[in-house]
């Protein structure tokens, strides 16, 4: 029950498909998604191996309350070694693709190997096939998605697939499903594109159930009543999206700033929830269409949205004059304040130019700043940039480049390096505002400092859904701390992290953590599933998840030393708001932290903690 | 007092509760592909529609079924199918011009709206009252209230 028990083998350099159980020891152990695709992973790749050659694998997976009614239960993640990292990655997309694959029966599909020439897998439940994708390889995620339905005439079917950035390498491709909802870090789209996999296409009809029915209702009601009762999830969200962040994270004094040179942005209302509620002078209407929901998702943050017809990236362009997904906070903040860009147009084309040609806006908005204070420095110039002012502040450099990003072309195609390899290149890494080779989101950790920590310790390079103390530090969820102090912040990343892990492990949308504590979701599971989910076991699972993405990366590599943030962040302080004055105090937290985690000094889990956790 | 399934597309945000609810009443599994009620997405245009039976008197589907396998709820005015009568012939699933009425190539059988008895899952499952079930004279009533709110007393005074 709730497990479909199925896995779906795609061997890519044979051409063959081929079912087989799902371990369910291991399920018992890992629960699904996050945590059981990454026990795949591990047990099947050497940890050490390129991610884009075709002996890393890519993993899609659902996990067990996907596709039944718990709220937000419709998600699936994408579990490989980072193409943009080189660690584990595990990226999480919602949308409708994740309840389509449970569905047709499957808790997960492995592809291995690389296809010989361009494919896309087409699954109707137990019939699963490679197909020539030649017709569709250089084309858009949009144009693929509908080509492929056209194609087979089936309108239902849901697609995810890689646009051409994928294609080309880009190191922060994504995934994207449903037009516009991603798997999306970690360069996940682009291990993909390293296997000549341009799309997965699935038609699943055979239904999902739970293990105890009138339990289940009476536990998924329970928790829906919760969400709609609460003020972030059942007011916030559904009414001004993840955007309802901007203005209170720039007020907090943690919104970094072209590049991070600044901690808050003169032009944050301009790009802001309440900005793109406005209606404006061409048409009356404004920038926001309606709200959105992801499969069974009772909270519906996501913004429908279009670019002002008269707006410069669209006037003669009638293709992007439609709605479509629209600014999330990590992208509008990406988009516009990591570059200093307050153009809210802009950012929308931006936005819909990275769900077309499917590349991660964080981590390219992020690049873009880090390659606009290259170009201020003078470490580059209009002769590499192709004539591009790169200027802060410059909303045609800016959509000029998202162009040429999603196409892999010109100066594009160094943004495509991501911050790490670009600063590198020109003998600046100083200045990649990253960790583990992944770009920070939209929170400065000397404004709130346990973002740091956080940053820092993520097993996927910077994050903040690894764990989100913003919930605390600013929001005061579950309780207040004081996101300019470091004390006590140890402990609290560390709950964050176990608990966010068995949220992506369980198919559920860590937006619910906001409402839910493990007591909400516990039942829920429980219900569903087979075994003793107690909120105790599953914060072990949390637990063991996350000690085994450790060891992958140490495994790859990986040691204490990239447990580490730029030195913008650690020496330079901050210049205003009220964190003035403060750099963030990593070294504080890491000590305390590998010691409330069970770690040696070096940060290696010990002998006790692996034996406690049954790794 | 009769009551109606009302749909304000306004409201809904697209994330298939209703679909849920009504597979899992109807097909006892979480299955949207079995679902009597459906949402459209007009993607380039931000609206979500959902759509089902909307329970005519003189129902199509009822009078073209060859062999009366489609009869009245008295109770509640829905038209329902009796899987013991239905042949599968596809006649009402032809006849029934909104398209409310299709085949279940599972069961061979056809698959409709039956408002679950006078209890409609859909309805209780939306969790923005995008879907109501409402006395069925008067489904216009909201509209007509907000309309109303609108109207302004002082006009005609003022001309």
Same mark, same amino acid.
Request: with cysteine; aromatic share 8%.
């Given at each position: 029950?709730?497990?479909?028990?199925q896995?779906?083998?795609?061997?890519?350099?044979k051409?063959?498909?081929?079912?087989?159980?799902l371990?369910?020891?291991?399920?018992m152990?890992?629960l699904?998604?996050?945590g059981?695709?990454?026990?795949?992973?591990?047990e099947?790749?050497d940890?050490?191996?390129?991610?884009?050659?075709?002996k890393n694998?890519?993993i899609?997976t659902?996990?067990p309350?996907?596709?039944?009614?718990a709220?937000?239960a419709?998600r699936?993640?994408?579990?490989?070694?980072?193409?943009?990292t080189?660690a584990i %990655?595990?990226?999480? /997309?919602g949308g409708?693709?994740?309840?389509?694959m #449970? !569905?047709a029966?499957?808790d997960? &599909?492995?592809?291995?190997?690389k296809?010989?020439?361009?494919?896309?897998?087409?699954?109707?439940?137990?019939?699963?096939?490679?197909?020539?994708?030649?017709?569709?390889?250089?084309?858009s995620?949009?144009?693929?998605?509908e080509?492929?339905k056209s194609k087979?005439?089936d309108?239902?079917?849901?697609?995810a697939?890689?646009g051409?950035s994928?294609?080309?390498?880009?190191?922060?491709a994504?995934i994207?499903?449903d037009?516009?909802? %991603?798997?999306g870090? /970690?360069?996940?789209?682009?291990?993909m594109?390293s #296997? !000549?996999?341009?799309?997965?296409a &699935?038609?699943?009809t055979?239904g999902?159930?739970v293990?105890?029915?009138?339990?289940?209702?009476e536990?998924?009601n329970a928790g829906k009543?919760?969400l709609?009762?609460?003020?972030v999830?059942?007011e916030?969200l559904?009414?001004?999206?993840?955007?309802?962040?901007?203005n209170?994270?720039?007020e907090t004094?943690?919104?970094p700033t072209?590049?991070?040179?600044?901690i808050q942005?003169?032009?944050?209302?301009?790009?802001?929830?309440? %900005?793109?509620?406005e209606?404006?002078?061409?048409?009356?209407?404004p920038n926001l269409v309606t709200k959105?929901?992801?499969?069974?998702?009772t909270i519906?943050c996501g913004?429908i949205?279009?670019?002002d017809?008269?707006?410069?990236?669209v006037?003669d362009?009638?293709?992007?004059?439609?709605a479509?997904g629209?600014?999330e906070?990590?992208a509008?903040?990406?988009?516009?304040?990591?570059?200093g860009?307050?153009?809210?147009?802009?950012l929308t084309?931006?936005?819909f130019?990275?769900n077309?040609?499917?590349?991660?806006?964080?981590?390219?908005?992020a690049t873009?700043g880090?390659?606009?204070d290259l170009?201020?420095?003078?470490?580059i110039t209009?002769?590499?940039?192709g004539g591009?002012?790169?200027?802060f502040?410059n909303?045609?450099?800016?959509?000029?480049?998202?162009?040429?990003?999603?196409?892999?072309e010109?100066?594009g195609?160094?943004?495509?390096l991501g911050?790490k390899?670009?600063?590198e290149?020109?003998?600046q890494?100083?200045?990649?505002?990253?960790v583990?080779?992944?770009e920070?989101?939209?929170?400065d950790s000397?404004?709130i400092?346990?973002?740091?920590?956080?940053y820092a310790t993520s097993?996927?390079?910077?994050?903040?859904l690894r764990s989100?103390?913003v919930a605390?530090e600013?929001?005061?969820?579950?309780?207040?701390t004081?996101?300019l102090v470091?004390d006590?912040?140890?402990?609290?990343v560390?709950?964050f992290q176990?608990?966010?892990a068995?949220y992506?492990?369980a198919?559920?949308?860590?937006?619910?953590?906001?409402?839910w504590s493990?007591d909400?979701v516990?039942?829920?599971?429980?219900?569903?599933c087979e075994?003793?989910?107690?909120?105790e076991n599953l914060?072990?699972?949390?637990e063991?998840?996350?000690?085994?993405?450790r060891q992958?990366n140490?495994?790859a590599?990986?040691t204490?030393?990239d447990?580490?943030l730029p030195k913008?962040l650690?020496k330079?302080?901050?210049?205003?708001?009220p964190a003035?004055g403060l750099?963030?105090?990593?070294d504080k937290?890491?000590?305390e932290?590998?010691e409330?985690?069970?770690?040696t000094?070096?940060?290696?889990?010990?002998?006790?903690?692996l034996?406690?956790?049954?790794? | 007092?009769q009551?109606?399934?009302?749909i304000?597309?306004?409201?809904?945000t697209g994330?298939?509760q209703?679909?849920l609810a009504?597979?899992?009443?109807n097909e006892?599994v979480?299955n949207p592909?079995?679902?009597?009620?459906?949402v459209f997405?007009f993607?380039?245009?931000g609206r979500f529609v959902?759509?089902?039976?909307?329970?005519?008197?003189?129902?199509?589907?009822?009078?073209?079924?060859?062999v009366d396998a489609?009869?009245?709820?008295?109770a509640?005015?829905?038209?329902?199918?009796s899987d013991e009568?239905c042949?599968g012939c596809k006649v009402c699933t032809?006849?029934?011009?909104?398209?409310t009425?299709?085949y279940?190539q599972s069961t061979g059988?056809v698959?409709?709206c039956?408002l679950?008895?006078?209890?409609?899952?859909c309805?209780t499952?939306c969790?923005?009252?995008?879907?109501?079930?409402?006395?069925a004279?008067?489904?216009?009533l909201d509209?007509?209230?907000?309309?109303a709110?609108k109207?302004d007393?002082?006009?005609?005074?003022e001309?």
């Open positions: 029950m709730a497990w479909a028990r896995i779906l083998r795609v061997d890519l350099s051409g063959e498909c081929r079912q087989e159980p371990n369910m020891e291991w399920a152990k890992y699904g998604q996050r059981l695709a990454t026990k795949y992973l591990v099947e790749i940890p050490k191996v390129d991610p884009l050659s075709p694998k890519m899609m659902t996990g309350l996907t596709g039944t009614c709220s937000t419709g699936y993640s994408v579990v490989t070694k980072g193409a943009l080189g %990655a595990c990226s999480n /997309s409708f693709f994740g309840n389509e #449970k !569905n029966g499957y997960m &599909i492995i592809f291995e190997g296809a010989n020439k361009p494919v896309y897998l087409l699954i109707e439940n137990d019939k699963a096939e490679l197909i020539d994708a030649s017709e569709f390889w250089g084309k995620v949009w144009d693929t998605e080509g492929i087979h005439g309108p239902l079917i849901r697609v697939s890689i051409v994928g294609e080309k390498g880009v190191k922060f994504c994207v499903n037009m516009h909802r %991603a798997a870090r /970690s360069g996940v789209g682009t291990v594109g #296997k !000549n996999l341009k799309a997965v &699935i038609r699943g055979k999902v159930n293990e105890n029915y009138s339990k289940f209702m536990a998924s009543e919760v709609a009762g609460n003020a999830t059942g916030g559904p009414a001004m999206g993840t955007q309802v962040l901007m209170v994270i720039n004094g943690a919104l072209r590049n991070h040179r600044d942005f003169e032009g944050a209302n301009n790009i802001s929830a309440e %900005a793109m509620a209606p404006r002078e061409s048409d009356g209407k959105a929901a992801c499969f069974g998702c519906a913004r949205s279009t670019v017809r008269t707006h410069y990236t006037v362009r009638p293709e992007y004059q439609i479509s629209g600014l906070y990590e509008a903040w990406a988009l516009g304040a990591a570059t860009v307050d153009d809210l147009d802009a084309f931006a936005n130019i990275c077309e040609q499917g590349f991660d806006p964080i981590s390219f908005g873009v880090a390659a606009m170009y201020e420095e003078g470490h209009d002769k590499e940039t591009i002012e790169l200027k502040g909303a045609k450099a800016l959509t000029d480049l998202t162009e040429l990003t999603g196409r892999g010109g100066f195609a160094e943004i495509g911050s390899l670009l600063c290149k020109y003998g890494p100083e200045l990649a505002m990253q583990k080779g992944q920070f989101p939209a929170y000397r404004g400092q346990g973002m740091g920590l956080t097993n996927r390079g910077a994050c903040h989100y103390t605390s600013v929001l005061g969820i579950p309780e207040k004081d996101p470091t006590g912040k140890a402990g609290l560390k709950a176990d608990a966010t068995v992506d492990s198919g559920l949308c860590l937006f619910t953590s906001f409402a493990l909400d516990a039942p829920q599971i429980d219900a569903a075994g003793d989910w107690s909120t914060l072990e699972v949390g063991r998840v996350w000690n085994l993405e992958f140490l495994a590599g990986f204490g030393k447990d580490n913008r650690l330079d302080a901050a210049k205003a708001g003035e750099t963030c105090g990593l937290m890491l000590p932290y590998y409330v985690r069970g770690w000094e070096g940060g290696v889990p010990s002998n006790n903690t034996e406690r956790l049954a790794l | 007092m009551k109606s399934l009302s304000d597309p306004g409201k809904c994330c298939l209703c679909e009504c597979s899992y009443d006892g979480f592909s079995k679902s009597r009620i459906k997405n993607h380039d245009e959902p759509y089902t039976c909307t329970q005519c008197d003189e129902a199509w589907c009822m009078h073209a079924c060859p489609i009869s009245v709820d008295m509640t005015g829905a038209k329902i199918v009568l042949v032809i006849a029934c011009p909104f398209g009425v299709n279940n059988k698959i409709k039956d679950c008895g006078g209890e409609p899952e309805a499952a969790p923005t009252d995008a879907i109501t079930y409402i006395d004279d008067w489904t216009g509209k007509m209230r907000s309309w709110a109207t007393a002082g006009v005609q005074a001309a």
